[in-house]
């Protein structure tokens, strides 16, 4: 019988150690590639026991190119980079890691909805231009006593966010068609339908995952009912928000700002109408990072490595 073998089809990771040593434990092939086309990662995870992948996309072909009962493995909270109803009807085990960065998204999260709330970008950048005016800059600012923020969506991180912030005086509503209202008074927020979380939060933050019904959710009839100062911040996933909408409704003054750490696509493209619009914090798919963050995901990955080298199945399967 063959040696079993595990593949790494990218990563933006300096080493793989803790992968390769996973794999050599149990006698398994190691290979690490830097994958970035369908055609590559087919190529790469031929007769593979395990593969990992981070951003390049695991097709169908994919599926059909490891070995029969093989795990995929993605190193993140998302997944949609692999085609799951592919992989599942190959009869594939497929897991991710959506517990490595809580902490890290719900402090980005934050920060950026404090920044905003506080309008500090404005008036760091007033400062830097000659002017001293405070209140010019400022206004309209209630006080956070006063401040309605709201949730679309909240789930781990977003509950994780929500402690974050209990001790600045918020009151805190939440549209969620998962989120009971039991356990919506345990969490300490109102459940609210999401017609009333645009038309009275004075700030939202993002916590759904990209379905069908929450694609594109954050559009120009969206951000019309929404209260002209209020504000928007995204850590969850890109295609929530129509963000040619966002544009518009930023320079026309519709709403007051947002916060954006994910994109419809990554890199944001050069020619983004964001890049020039007035209102926004912009931050580059970071909100996961610390130096702990990656060194616990390689670390949960390689354990997800191991059991799968002894047949059992990932820690966190795909839904």
Request: glycine letters at 10%.
């Amino acid at each position: 019988m063959s040696a079993q073998r595990v593949v790494v089809t990218d990563t933006i990771f300096p080493g793989l150690a803790q992968e390769q040593a996973a794999a050599e434990a149990h006698g398994a092939a190691f290979e690490g590639f830097q994958c970035k086309s369908a055609d590559e990662v087919v190529a790469a995870v031929a007769d593979a026991d395990v593969a990992v992948v981070q951003f390049a996309p695991f097709t169908a072909e994919a599926a059909k190119a490891v070995k029969p009962g093989a795990t995929v493995i993605r190193y993140g909270v998302g997944y949609d980079n692999i085609d799951v109803p592919a992989a599942r009807q190959a009869g594939l085990k497929i897991g991710y890691v959506p517990d490595y960065c809580t902490d890290e998204v719900a402090d980005h999260t934050a920060a950026l909805a404090l920044a905003l709330l506080r309008k500090l970008s404005g008036l760091d950048a007033s400062v830097r231009a000659g002017e001293w005016a405070a209140v010019k800059h400022s206004k309209p600012l209630k006080p956070f006593q006063e401040t309605i923020f709201g949730f679309f969506g909240i789930g781990q991180i977003g509950s994780a966010v929500l402690q974050r912030l209990k001790g600045f005086g918020f009151r805190f509503i939440a549209s969620d068609p998962g989120l009971s209202s039991d356990d919506a008074a345990a969490l300490g927020v109102s459940l609210v339908d999401a017609d009333t979380l645009l038309a009275t939060a004075d700030i939202i933050t993002c916590h759904a995952p990209a379905t069908d019904g929450t694609t594109g959710f954050f559009n120009a009839s969206a951000f019309g009912r929404m209260q002209p100062h209020a504000m928007l911040v995204n850590t969850a996933r890109g295609q929530l928000i129509n963000e040619a909408d966002l544009a518009q409704a930023l320079t026309d003054g519709a709403i007051a700002g947002a916060g954006l750490d994910v994109f419809e696509r990554e890199p944001l493209p050069d020619t983004s109408p964001l890049r020039r619009t007035p209102g926004l914090i912009l931050t580059p798919h970071s909100a996961w990072f610390s130096d702990a963050a990656i060194d616990r995901l390689q670390g949960l990955v390689a354990n997800d490595i191991t059991l799968a080298l002894k047949g059992e199945g990932p820690r966190k399967p795909v839904p």
